[in-house]
């Protein structure tokens, strides 16, 4: 039976808080003490514990997911401890890779992040204000940047590489220049204030039963809207807190950027949380909490919709959905340009979990989000206890009914609307719950005492189980299968500490336990678990003033019990019957230590009863000796009832009080106080005295295994290793030096040892004591996972490939390793067999590719908006629009195209705004010009009024834009230039003959390094097409596109995309060949989608794609494109054979031409060979 080294975490710690998150890959991993527990998240199993630190764990972070679709590579995890320690984990490998500090400077936060060229870099904060970035691999210091002001965390854009926020508490510092190949700079800080002059929004409710409703929902929202960012040296003055409903903005826990609005910042504050836009510096909503609500602990914004799943510090997890106060859809221009309406929102809470009964001991420690799928939500307590809910719909559970199986939602894109979308983004009659689909428990409450079951014979190997006995301070056992890693049974046996567990059989033990250890008397408590039937019998009575238990031992064939009182004779008890056999007298010697005899005897017996009738039944012999506290040895022998007195003579070599005992076969060894081992051989009457330095010898155990030779001794100091053969020690483990200290250990198998660390956790280790940790893939219990990151590589790929489609077997695909997977994932997976784009994405979130995610979902748009595009141009080739469906070939086909792509916009779903770049040119602008309005509204005067008359200018919103320009004070500086630009856009549009004009101003102006006063020109002439290339060839990339995509026809705005695609994000400086794909996905360019995929070696996606395109129609080869498509199958062909699946490695090599064919040829001569 093979046991793997595991580490079984315990209880947390203060210092863990917030040490929770949850992978791409599916796996939870969470701080416990010292050590990092990782569970998966399908089976809720402890996978495995990384052990490394020394001092309690703070802060850890996964590696996000990078590598190509269709690839595998190593789990990487960082963590940091309270003594400034950054640990590199290899957790496939089960291995700590590098070990980083700085002066031993506490870290205050922590993330692994891939730049957009998929290198890894971990970034972390040290106190008081250090920001270092590190290389993972190599462990080398990159750069650090040291502020001036102390900071406690930071969050990274989700949207651009380069910018930055750090969260100081009462301020927030920006940092736009962040790169990975040099220190940023200082940044800028802003502080949070109010403009006590400000008039409320302009969207206030007019009737008071509608501002009572509004109040209600979000919490006197309109004062607080009124904050700001402000700097220090300006003449606004800080919150004062006026009143208990004040703000306090002491209280900041964290500051993170919103993960569905771009330049939009989430501040969580323990009763409100602000949505505060960073383009005007002002809050844009608040969600505030009743002072009878819980305060929140923790917030998630989500990525896939503009939702948020909220934490208190009463364990419930809160699921919050983003709605427009006066409204219900999010009507994105439509709504912010009509009169009367407001794009002004807030969160609305939807569904909520189950509290939890917080007590001293039971606290909420974190919260963690299912990244891929955003459906499911992870809490842990300070217990350990870490609990999933699942959010789903109540009509998902009623339809299903009792036997059916219930609808799978892949993730949380599929349950609601984008908030784009200009529908309501939960349909009204829809419900949501939270649902327990998980719990996993953990070791109680340290220290611990620990007894492994009887050894694994040749007569008890087709039932034995592995288990081990853990007892703890709460009077708790709780029993795990080491093999596993699984709990069997969490038994509350006693009502105080457990002290000693002995196995009565493999089924059975007794514990027991007292709750004063310093004195001589006490009450003690004596219990047998019966395993199997959780049933616990307290077979003993403590009686008043009896002495406190010492020990108990049990002999060796399970048949005699011994219970040694520390201040009270020992008694003799019959295990089968759980009967006294015999108290013995008052001047009986004080027990130090006792052992049974390995050895035994049966005698068997016929007695005749009153009829005539003789039964027989066996009599046990067994003998045991004892060490009292004048170092003399006293031999006993039991037999029935009788227990009879041998032989009592010094215990020779030992030098104090004889503490520990081991018997196996002819050789007893004992252990004394002054750390003296003696091996005193009983055949030749031989004894060898060994001085051992190490301080007490606390346990003495001997290896099960006949001819096993190897002595586990547990001293004060060290856990050593021993040969009774060579007399030499094998291993040691010294404590506190090399972990901490050791307060309990014993043999789990023939080559395994383990051991009860004071710091809250159990270790199995090998007999080196070198190795807590094993390989992932080596842990028999992941067998039962459908996590494919838990299983080799070429598993690992088998799975890979037979979630994704599988064009050559349709009616019957390969699923050999797909037997874990629940039945309602089969049934997604079967349904969506006959729509490639919706299979992939599906297999994406199963697989938790954050990529393959964001290029299925769009994708799905717009290969149903080509479709829709081709169906009104059936009669063209294919290979006269050059593969680009949405550039039409003459400008007459493109006048008529306006009218249809309005429909074929709306005909669909808009993509969530976290992806609004890539979505349609009408819903960008849509979504701008609702940003634009709703900032409108919030700003008051300053430079976030100019701003917002600039892009309503670029938006085309000239009355708007007007508007703003006048509404410039007389004594401001900017009074007379304004008014200028207002007469400008009231004049332009009615005079034809200024154009020249303005063109040849405007080009002057970007000649004098006035670009935006230049762009802003040629936009008002209709020259925005020439203003894109201005701002790309001055290397204002985002900008071009941003313009193109609000002021051209698709036509042009694909040229300016596809110039951003070749000469920005593909050159090598850059390398951001993933942006690149998504957008040219964008532009409708299916083949250079092709081709850049080909390029990044994704020749899975790549595949998938092309066979999802041919489905739909939308490709077909050409001439020009046949040699990129037979170069793509060729390679995903290559790849299948190497997995085995020949069947799909056929069809591919079918389709790549001449080469193809020679590999058909080569793979029959080697099926043929062999």
């Known amino acids: 039976?093979?046991?793997?080294?595991?580490?079984?975490?315990?209880?947390?710690?203060?210092?863990?808080?917030?040490?929770?998150?949850?992978?791409d890959h599916g796996l939870i991993a969470y701080a416990a003490n010292t050590t990092?527990?990782?569970?998966?998240?399908?089976?809720?199993?402890?996978?495995?514990?990384?052990?490394?630190?020394?001092?309690?764990?703070?802060?850890?972070?996964?590696?996000?997911?990078?590598?190509?679709?269709?690839?595998?590579?190593?789990?990487?995890?960082?963590?940091?401890?309270?003594s400034g320690f950054i640990i590199i984990f290899n957790v496939t490998a089960g291995k700590a890779k590098q070990k980083l500090s700085e002066s031993n400077k506490v870290v205050n936060a922590l993330e692994l992040f891939h730049t957009k060229n998929s290198e890894l870099y971990l970034l972390s904060l040290h106190q008081p204000a250090l920001l270092i970035l590190w290389n993972p691999k190599s462990g080398e210091q990159i750069w650090k940047k040291s502020f001036s002001e102390s900071l406690s965390s930071f969050s990274r854009d989700p949207f651009s590489e380069d910018c930055i926020v750090l969260n100081g508490g009462g301020f927030v510092q920006f940092v736009k220049d962040f790169s990975c190949s040099q220190a940023p700079s200082d940044g800028t800080r802003f502080f949070l204030s109010s403009n006590s002059s400000a008039e409320p929004p302009l969207s206030s409710p007019s009737s008071s039963s509608e501002k009572n409703r509004v109040t209600s929902m979000f919490f006197d929202f309109p004062r607080r809207s009124r904050l700001m960012l402000s700097d220090r040296s300006s003449s606004k003055a800080q919150i004062s807190v006026e009143d208990d409903n004040q703000l306090q903005l002491s209280n900041l826990l964290s500051v993170k950027y919103h993960c569905t609005r771009r330049n939009t910042l989430v501040l969580v504050y323990t009763q409100d949380i602000l949505i505060l836009d960073l383009d005007i510096k002002q809050t844009i909503s608040v969600v505030s909490l009743e002072r009878s609500t819980c305060p929140f602990v923790e917030v998630y914004p989500c990525r896939y919709r503009d939702a948020m799943y909220c934490l208190h510090d009463n364990g419930t997890v809160v699921f919050r959905i983003r709605k427009l106060i006066n409204g219900t859809a999010e009507a994105g221009g439509s709504e912010g340009s009509v009169a009367g309406k407001s794009p002004e929102f807030g969160y609305e809470s939807h569904c909520s979990s189950d509290g939890m009964r917080i007590t001293k001991s039971q606290k909420v420690y974190g919260l963690a989000v299912c990244p891929a799928t955003e459906m499911k939500a992870a809490v842990v307590t300070s217990e350990?206890?870490?609990?999933?809910?699942?959010?789903?719909?109540?009509?998902?559970?009623?339809?299903?009914?009792?036997?059916?199986?219930?609808?799978?939602?892949?993730?949380?894109?599929?349950?609601?609307?984008?908030?784009?979308?200009?529908?309501?983004?939960?349909?009204?009659?829809?419900?949501?719950?939270?649902?327990l689909t998980g719990v996993s428990n953990s070791l109680s409450q340290g220290p611990f005492v620990i007894r492994m079951c009887p050894p694994l014979t040749t007569k008890n190997f087709h039932i034995y189980q592995p288990y081990l006995a853990v007892g703890s301070v709460k009077g708790t056992i709780q029993i795990f299968d080491i093999q596993t890693g699984h709990m069997v049974r969490d038994e509350s046996v006693l009502s105080c500490q457990v002290r000693g567990i002995e196995w009565a059989s493999l089924h059975s033990l007794v514990a027991h336990g007292c709750e004063n250890l310093n004195g001589n008397t006490g009450k003690s408590e004596i219990a047998f678990v019966n395993i199997k039937t959780g049933n616990v019998t307290n077979f003993r009575p403590s009686k008043p003033d009896e002495g406190v238990v010492q020990m108990i031992r049990i002999s060796h064939m399970k048949h005699y019990m011994v219970i040694v009182f520390k201040n009270k004779p020992m008694e003799l008890w019959e295990m089968k019957t759980l009967t006294l056999l015999r108290e013995m007298p008052s001047n009986f010697p004080t027990v130090t230590s006792l052992e049974w005899s390995p050895s035994s005897f049966k005698k068997k017996l016929t007695t005749d009863d009153n009829e005539g009738y003789s039964s027989s039944h066996s009599m046990v012999k067994e003998h045991f000796v004892f060490t009292d506290n004048t170092c003399l040895l006293h031999h006993y022998t039991v037999e029935g009832s009788l227990i009879k007195d041998g032989s009592t003579i010094g215990a020779q070599g030992v030098s104090g009080t004889v503490t520990a005992m081991g018997w196996k076969n002819e050789l007893l060894c004992l252990g004394d106080v002054n750390s003296n081992?003696?091996?005193?051989?009983?055949?030749?009457?031989?004894?060898?005295?060994?001085?051992?330095?190490?301080?007490?010898?606390?346990?003495?155990?001997?290896?099960?295994?006949?001819?096993?030779?190897?002595?586990l001794m547990l001293f004060n100091e060290e856990v050593q290793v021993y040969d009774r053969v060579t007399y030499m020690t094998i291993s040691s483990l010294s404590f506190p030096k090399a972990i901490g200290r050791v307060s309990d250990?014993?043999?789990?198998?023939?080559?395994?040892?383990?051991?009860?660390?004071?710091?809250?956790?159990?270790?199995?280790?090998?007999?080196s004591m070198q190795h807590f940790m094993t390989y992932l893939h080596a842990l028999p219990e992941l067998s039962e996972s459908y996590l494919p990151c838990v299983y080799p590589a070429s598993q690992q790929l088998l799975i890979n490939y037979q979630l994704y489609p599988q064009p050559w077997s349709v009616d019957s695909p390969e699923q050999s390793q797909l037997v874990n997977f629940p039945d309602n994932i089969k049934k997604s997976l079967q349904l969506s067999a006959s729509n490639n784009t919706q299979h992939c994405l599906l297999a994406s979130h199963l697989c938790g590719n954050r990529f393959a995610i964001d290029f299925w979902t769009i994708a799905s748009h717009y290969m149903k908006v080509l479709k829709n595009r081709q169906s009104g141009n059936a009669g063209k080739n294919a290979d006269d629009s050059k593969g680009n469906l949405f550039v039409p070939s003459t400008a007459e086909e493109e006048l008529t195209k306006d009218s249809d792509s309005t429909s074929a916009h709306e005909a669909f779903a808009s993509l969530e705004s976290s992806l609004e770049i890539f979505s349609t040119n009408k819903t960008f602008k849509e979504n701008e010009l609702s940003r634009v309005t709703?900032?409108?509204?919030?700003?008051y005067g300053g430079e976030a009024r100019l701003d917002c008359a600039r892009?309503?200018?670029?938006?085309?919103?000239?009355?708007?834009?007007v508007h703003l320009l006048l509404q410039s004070e007389s004594d401001s500086s900017s009074s007379y230039t304004d008014s200028l630009r207002a007469c400008l856009l009231a004049t332009v549009r009615t005079s034809g003959a200024s154009q020249s004009t303005l063109k040849l101003v405007a080009t002057s102006l970007i000649a004098h390094g006035k670009l935006a006063e230049g762009v802003e020109l040629l936009c008002l002439i209709d020259k925005s097409l020439d203003a894109c290339r201005y701002l790309q060839s001055y290397g204002h990339w985002d900008e071009a596109v941003w313009l193109s995509k609000v002021t051209l026809p698709d036509v042009d705005s694909a040229e300016v995309i596809s110039r951003w695609?070749?000469?920005?994000?593909?050159?090598?400086?850059?390398?951001?060949?993933?942006?690149?794909?998504?957008?040219?996905?964008?532009?409708?360019?299916?083949?250079?989608?092709?081709?850049?995929?080909?390029g990044m070696q994704c020749f899975s996606l790549a595949a998938n794609f092309i066979e999802a395109c041919f489905q739909e129609g939308l490709l077909a080869v050409t001439k020009k494109n046949s040699p990129t498509i037979e170069a793509v199958y060729l390679q995903y062909g290559r790849l299948l054979n190497d997995a085995d699946m020949d069947n799909g490695a056929i069809y591919c090599w079918g389709k790549a031409g001449e080469q193809g064919k020679q590999c058909l040829v080569e793979m029959q001569l080697s099926s043929s060979s062999n």
Request: aromatic share 8%.
């Open 1 to 23: 039976m093979k046991i793997a080294a595991r580490v079984f975490p315990g209880t947390l710690v203060s210092q863990n808080k917030g040490a929770l998150i949850w992978g």
């Open 36 to 82: 990092v527990a990782v569970v998966d998240s399908t089976t809720m199993q402890h996978v495995t514990a990384l052990h490394s630190h020394r001092s309690p764990i703070t802060k850890i972070c996964w590696a996000p997911s990078s590598i190509p679709v269709g690839d595998v590579d190593d789990l990487f995890l960082a963590s940091a401890d309270t």
């Open 384 to 435: 350990g206890k870490l609990l999933v809910w699942e959010l789903s719909p109540v009509s998902r559970h009623i339809d299903a009914g009792v036997n059916a199986v219930p609808q799978y939602i892949a993730s949380i894109s599929e349950l609601l609307n984008p908030s784009t979308s200009g529908q309501s983004m939960l349909p009204e009659e829809e419900k949501l719950s939270f649902f």
């Open 677 to 711: 081992i003696t091996f005193w051989n009983l055949r030749y009457k031989k004894t060898s005295n060994w001085a051992m330095g190490k301080g007490m010898v606390r346990k003495i155990r001997f290896a099960p295994g006949k001819e096993n030779s190897k002595i």
């Open 745 to 767: 250990a014993d043999w789990a198998a023939s080559d395994k040892i383990a051991l009860s660390i004071a710091d809250g956790y159990v270790a199995i280790t090998d007999v």
């Open 934 to 939: 709703l900032q409108e509204l919030k700003n």
């Open 951 to 961: 892009r309503y200018i670029l938006l085309g919103e000239y009355d708007r834009a």
């Open 1061 to 1094: 695609i070749n000469d920005y994000l593909t050159s090598p400086s850059v390398n951001q060949k993933k942006q690149a794909v998504l957008a040219a996905l964008s532009t409708g360019d299916l083949m250079k989608v092709v081709e850049l995929l080909y």
